[in-house]
């Protein structure tokens, strides 16, 4: 039998790439380089981009096209091509980023979506270039906490790779899961799925250069943590908690878990929410409804520094369903809490980065 180059391309347009739903031909991912020799055939299919969802599925069923079409005893060898530029591997990731800090907590209902909007903007009015990543795949808030839960990123052309334009309000660059479901609609994926989504907003975003990328945690520890352990170099991690023991003793576990020496991921220090509530009509009073100091109390003992202790005021509450975060009036009492946390943020990190460079 003698092949010949139409005899494969023939075979190849049996084949239908799911990404467009026309045939290999139709869709012109068949390269012009059919090289044969004797009963041997190589060529290369061309995709859009190295993290295609169909490439395997596509390369087997073009092999099994050609078997079945030409001939069994064919010596099937396909190269691939991309049109885009494959993503970088994880430890090139965000080489314009300066500083990587991870907003966490032990449990849910502390107010860490909220001190992690307020910081990031807080930081962005000190002047520096900030991005936020909202990596709770499940229960995702910062879309409606900075008022654009409508706002649909889009894609751009950044050296040859089709990336996700971060959304910027307030002078932050902002990306989170809810900007692609549906605001009502549970996210019911598997751990795979919900890894794979984070990966793509930290790896195909144009965050471009920044000073500070903030990254909103879900509560507790879980497969997203461990995912941005392993795909990105923290710079550290902030604590957040109210004072009562209860919420003190989650957040023993964040600590544990980011000081872990298979991760051993710097504690910036810890930040006591809901410190103290304070009534808009009696606004030199402190009610301690969760404990007093008990974040401080728990710095002392691990060492640890305090960033900030944010009083509680119905006005955060309010401001953050409207999408004005409190930081926003830094004539107020938390506005002006959230830009001392900032600066805190700013010297510990700055203090750190000191510190190596004395040791090297």
Not at 34 to 62: E, N, Q
Not at 195 to 212: F, M, V
Not at 233 to 248: E, H
Not at 334 to 344: D, H, I, N, V, W
Request: charged share 20%; hydrophobic share 40%; with cysteine.
């Amino acid at each position: 039998m003698i092949l010949y180059p139409n005899l494969i391309r023939e075979a190849l347009q049996t084949v239908t790439y799911a990404g467009t739903k026309k045939n290999l031909i139709e869709s012109q991912m068949v390269g012009d380089d059919i090289i044969i020799k004797g009963m041997s055939v190589k060529f290369t299919l061309i995709f859009p981009r190295d993290t295609d969802p169909f490439l395997k599925s596509t390369l087997k069923a073009a092999e099994a096209a050609i078997h079945y079409h030409v001939s069994p005893d064919v010596e099937v060898t396909i190269e691939t091509e991309f049109l885009s530029k494959p993503r970088p591997k994880d430890d090139e990731l965000l080489p314009q980023v300066k500083h990587i800090i991870a907003v966490s907590s032990g449990k849910g209902g502390v107010g860490k979506s909220t001190v992690a909007a307020n910081l990031a903007i807080a930081l962005a009015r000190l002047g520096y270039r900030v991005g936020l990543l909202d990596t709770d795949i499940f229960g995702p808030s910062m879309p409606k906490m900075f008022g654009i839960e409508d706002a649909q990123p889009y894609g751009v052309e950044v050296d040859g790779r089709t990336l996700i334009e971060p959304i910027e309000r307030y002078g932050v660059k902002l990306l989170s899961i809810g900007f692609f479901v549906a605001p009502h609609t549970a996210t019911i994926w598997r751990g795979g799925m919900a890894t794979s989504a984070l990966k793509q907003l930290i790896a195909d975003a144009n965050w471009g250069e920044l000073d500070y990328f903030i990254l909103d945690t879900p509560p507790g520890t879980s497969d997203i943590h461990l995912t941005i352990l392993q795909t990105l170099k923290l710079t550290g991690a902030v604590i957040v908690s109210t004072p009562q023991q209860v919420a003190l003793a989650d957040a023993r576990k964040g600590i544990d878990m980011y000081q872990n020496e298979k991760i051993n991921v710097p504690i910036l220090g810890l930040i006591e929410n809901m410190a103290w509530f304070t009534p808009a009509e009696l606004p030199d009073h402190r009610y301690y409804i969760f404990g007093k100091d008990g974040c401080r109390q728990l710095a002392d003992e691990l060492q640890i520094p305090l960033l900030a202790q944010i009083p509680l005021v119905q006005s955060v509450c309010e401001q953050g369903d409207n999408g004005t975060p409190a930081v926003l009036n830094a004539d107020s009492v938390t506005g002006q809490a959230f830009l001392a946390l900032a600066q805190s943020v700013v010297t510990v990190v700055r203090r750190n980065e000191s510190a190596k460079y004395k040791k090297s």
